[in-house]
């Protein structure tokens, strides 16, 4: 049986996921990077992407996160992220909108009356809980 480590991921309002992991990937400033038990101490920032957890019996849960920080101590992962959400809470729809918006933002931009970096992340978020919610083969929930 794989060695298991603690994980813990928290928002500001609530706490997404605690329990004991086999292993984790996340996405980092760098690109995507993984977690085994008794890994070394580790501070990383996350940016909006696919955080996969797996347990001991080898189920696979998925995250799509806004971005954050990544600690490692103690054969325990803290993570700190901005927002989270599993795909089936993801409104696909309203993530394609804001797609399409930041976009337009973009193709617009002249210097003037634009937040480039606000723009950017507005798309590096939606085309990442669109890909997450492709990828898992969810529908996502719908717009009331």
């Known amino acids: 049986m794989a060695k298991t480590f603690r994980t813990k991921i928290l928002s500001a309002d609530r ?25 070394a101490p580790l501070i990383a920032s996350l940016v909006p992407g696919k955080l996969v957890l797996r347990d001991a019996g080898g189920n ?4 799509c996160m806004s971005g954050g920080l990544l600690e490692v101590a103690h054969n325990e992962v803290k993570i ?11 409104d696909y729809e309203r993530a ?6 930041a976009r337009e933002r973009l193709s617009g931009f002249h210097g003037e009356g634009i ?26 929930k719908r717009s009331s």
Not at 15 to 39: C, K, P, Q, V
Not at 80 to 90: F, H, R
């Open 15 to 39: 706490m997404l996921f605690e329990g004991e992991t086999t292993s984790l990937i996340a996405h980092g400033r760098d690109g995507y990077f993984g977690i085994l038990a008794d890994h």
């Open 60 to 63: 696979e849960q998925c995250f």
């Open 80 to 90: 700190l992220v901005d927002s989270a959400e599993c795909p089936e809470e993801i």
């Open 96 to 101: 394609c909108k804001a797609e399409e918006r």
């Open 115 to 140: 937040d480039l970096e606000r723009a950017w992340s507005a798309l590096t978020r939606a085309l990442a809980r669109k890909k997450i919610v492709e990828e898992q083969g969810h529908s996502g």
